[in-house]
């Protein structure tokens, strides 16, 4: 089966940079994807790594080690409206799903 | 693009009752996914389609659950009967192709509160 793990809560100050980890297990994947969801909204992609490495999208980069099984989402000079939860998912290609971590939720304070 | 519609955006019957969900995906894509979010649970694939025929429904809960896609525009989520566990935020979610379906729309999701 696939599994992934992320850390329930992460708490920031604005103007900070935070880093939120995600672990998985799986036989096969394509790639990591990362997706923000804020309270009572729809998740809402934010960046895919088919590749180890790091990618960048504006504040936002995420991170791949497939020999480490490991991924991150990093972002820097946080604000406030970042306030929302994170989750890493596994894509399937071959089955074309995402497999969804249990999420992170972060707190951005002033 | 209106994005991925849902209908309705709250739904609240009693136990026992039928409920059907709506979905209307991104004009052109080729995937229609359909999630289920709990505190519980957190995100969870019932089932997705491509090119209108269901691909994996190995997520659907039980018998009770059924989803339909007739055409490239609309796809249905139907609960008979429902129970106060199906209780949670339903999201369909579209792509445009099998090469990037990690990157999916999602729609506004349909709150569903089973009494």
């Known amino acids: 089966g696939q599994s992934l793990e992320q850390p329930s809560e992460v708490t920031a100050v604005e103007g900070a940079i935070v880093q939120i980890n995600c672990t998985y297990q799986?036989?096969?994947?394509?790639?990591l994807s990362w997706y923000q969801q804020h309270d009572g909204g729809a998740p809402t992609f934010l960046s895919y790594?088919?590749?180890?490495g790091l990618e960048e999208t504006g504040r936002f980069s995420s991170f791949l080690s497939r020999s480490d099984s490991y991924g991150y989402l990093l972002l820097q000079e946080l604000q406030m409206k970042d306030s929302a939860s994170y989750f890493c998912?596994?894509?399937?290609?071959?089955?074309?799903?995402?497999?969804f971590g249990a999420g992170t939720r972060l707190a951005v304070h002033p | 693009d209106a994005g991925v519609i849902q209908s309705p955006r709250h739904e609240v019957t009693e136990m026992g009752q039928e409920v059907t969900l709506r979905c209307k995906p991104i004009?052109?894509?080729?995937?229609l996914f359909w999630y289920r979010q709990t505190m519980m649970r957190g995100l969870e694939l019932l089932i997705y389609f491509n090119n209108n025929v269901p691909i994996d429904d190995s997520g659907m809960p039980e018998d009770r659950f059924s989803a339909k896609m007739p055409n490239a525009s609309f796809s249905t989520l139907k609960i008979q009967p429902s129970e106060p566990r199906d209780s949670a935020v339903y999201f369909c979610?579209?792509?445009?192709?099998?090469?990037?379906?990690?990157?999916?729309?999602f729609g506004p999701g349909t709150r569903l509160t089973v009494t």
């Open positions: 790594n088919a590749l180890d």
């Open positions: 998912a596994l894509f399937s290609g071959g089955y074309n799903k995402l497999i």
């Open positions: 799986t036989s096969g994947f394509y790639g």
């Open positions: 004009s052109g894509h080729d995937y």
């Open positions: 979610a579209s792509s445009s192709d099998s090469q990037s379906s990690y990157e999916q729309y």
